[in-house]
């Protein structure tokens, strides 16, 4: 048995919470209830489809000689699914940002509108009802919903300055599903496949093959977790890791649920198919830095 003792007014561990981490068996649980309760992920195969290709070249200068993959990584995806409430919203969010970390983020009224219209949308949804229950039973959240979203928007959308910058320029939501370039050349977060996809539609992402470890399993097009190799707005990401065909509130809840209950760690779950490590960084313990899944094996059927 252990308490965690919150901050009443901004509900944040303490550095000795930190060392309280809940245990993977029962976060493994709860992220096989977001799982399964996912009803707006899509099928593999049939509401998309990908093309692996080769495997990823290593961190190369990019030229056609290291590309791993002469086609796109998508090769169909029903866009019937971008008409849902939420996907909608999330998509809206897309353009609200200034890629280049160092170059100071500007949120309009009609921004912060849409950021509060994302938050209205998947907070009616099963994943994160389920999340804000779990999180107000570990006393990490505030009841009521108007605290939690304000909870929410703190970790995802206040702004903060990244390394090498003297004013705000990034957020969570912003390095995590939108993407960000440093010094041109390094494409660092751009951890979903919506914006992924949107982006190699638009001719803006080239996708350079898939990544593997020694370690780690050959990846599958029928999985949902893939390790993979890019290029964007002139820069590169070496290596990224991410989820493909999950709904925007299945990966708002699960990110969300490791940041507040193990902050700064490689949090081990184990759901459906999968046994992954959620990599979780924190911002001043106040802001996600950066949060994205490694897969470590696939389960045997």
């Not at 899509?42 to 290709?53: A, E, M, N």
């Amino acid at each position: 048995m252990y308490y965690l003792i919150t901050n009443k007014k901004h509900f944040f561990l303490t550095q000795q919470e930190h060392k309280m981490i809940e245990g993977d068996h029962e976060l493994s649980a709860m992220v096989q209830q977001l799982w399964d309760n996912d009803v707006n992920r899509l099928k593999p195969g049939k509401d998309y489809r990908i093309s692996l290709q080769g495997k990823a070249k290593g961190a190369m200068p990019m030229n056609d000689d290291n590309d791993g993959a002469a086609s796109p990584l998508f090769t169909f995806v029903d866009e019937s699914i971008f008409k849902k409430e939420t996907f909608l919203a999330f998509i809206s969010l897309l353009d609200n940002y200034e890629s280049d970390t160092g170059e100071p983020e500007v949120v309009t009224p009609e921004e912060e509108a849409e950021n509060h219209k994302f938050l209205d949308s998947i907070i009616q949804m099963p994943t994160m009802k389920i999340v804000h229950q779990y999180l107000v039973e570990k006393n990490i959240s505030p009841q009521d919903i108007t605290g939690f979203k304000e909870q929410l928007y703190r970790i995802w959308f206040e702004l903060y300055a990244r390394r090498g910058s003297s004013r705000p320029d990034s957020c969570g939501f912003e390095h995590v599903f939108v993407g960000e370039t440093r010094g041109g050349r390094t494409v660092i977060g751009f951890h979903n496949w919506i914006q992924l996809y949107l982006q190699e539609k638009l001719g803006h992402v080239d996708y350079k093959g898939y990544s593997v470890n020694p370690n780690s399993p050959e990846p599958d097009q029928n999985k949902h977790v893939l390790a993979l190799q890019f290029s964007w707005k002139n820069g590169i990401k070496p290596k990224g890791s991410i989820f493909i065909g999950v709904s925007p509130e299945f990966e708002f809840a699960l990110y969300t649920l490791c940041f507040l209950t193990s902050p700064n760690e490689r949090v081990k779950v184990s759901f459906s198919l999968y046994d992954l490590e959620i990599v979780c960084h924190h911002y001043n313990q106040k802001h996600i830095g950066t949060t994205y899944p490694v897969l470590v094996r696939y389960h045997s059927i």
